[in-house]
């Protein structure tokens, strides 16, 4: 169990270490309050203590953000519960932003290449996602690394996006496919 953890984070800089173990402290005292108060002092605590934005975001309880010093976000940015967002590999939101209950979004991958290495003990991969202004995350989307969900963008729910959209564009299903465009 020990050598396990020790080839695991034998590649993470103390630094790094620190940080994803304050970033789990605070998710901790601050995650679970509920109501409005709750959303209030999430936002504000989240906004100093774990991100580098001038903007306040709408957190819902539940949320478990990782390397959190590495997400960029405008303004308005709103976020449902049971959402899990890694920004490892970079992560930026837009303007305008809401995000459904249970989303993932996480930013780096593991390589399926060389059966002889244990998938995990392979290294991640960083691919950035970037999510534009006024984009709909409906509630279970998977937005998989690399991808840029363009300005305008609805993902609709239970869809796992793999490739980047258009503008106005309606994704549905796993993988998502284009629907649709927004109204004008």
């Not at 899990?84 to 303007?95: C, P």
């Not at 609805?154 to 629907?179: D, H």
């Amino acid at each position: 169990m020990l050598s396990f953890l020790r080839k695991k984070i034998s590649n993470i800089k103390l630094k790094n270490l620190i940080f994803l173990e304050y970033e789990q402290f605070i998710q901790f005292v601050f995650s679970f309050l509920p109501g409005n108060l709750g959303l209030l002092l999430r936002s504000f605590i989240y906004k100093f203590f774990l991100f580098n934005s001038n903007n306040v975001p709408f957190i819902q309880k539940n949320v478990v953000f990782v390397h959190s010093n590495r997400i960029i976000f405008g303004k308005n940015l709103s976020i449902n519960s049971f959402c899990y967002i890694n920004g490892i590999g970079d992560l930026s939101f837009g303007d305008n932003v809401l995000i459904g209950p249970s989303v993932v979004i996480s930013s780096g991958l593991h390589t399926v290449e060389n059966q002889n290495t244990p998938t995990i003990l392979k290294p991640t991969v960083l691919k950035k996602i970037t999510i534009g202004n006024d984009v709909w995350i409906g509630a279970n989307v998977t937005i998989m690394p690399g991808v840029k969900i363009d300005d305008g963008s609805i993902i609709g729910a239970n869809s796992v996006v793999t490739k980047s959209t258009k503008k106005f564009g309606i994704y549905v299903g796993a993988p998502a496919r284009l629907k649709n465009y927004r109204n004008k």
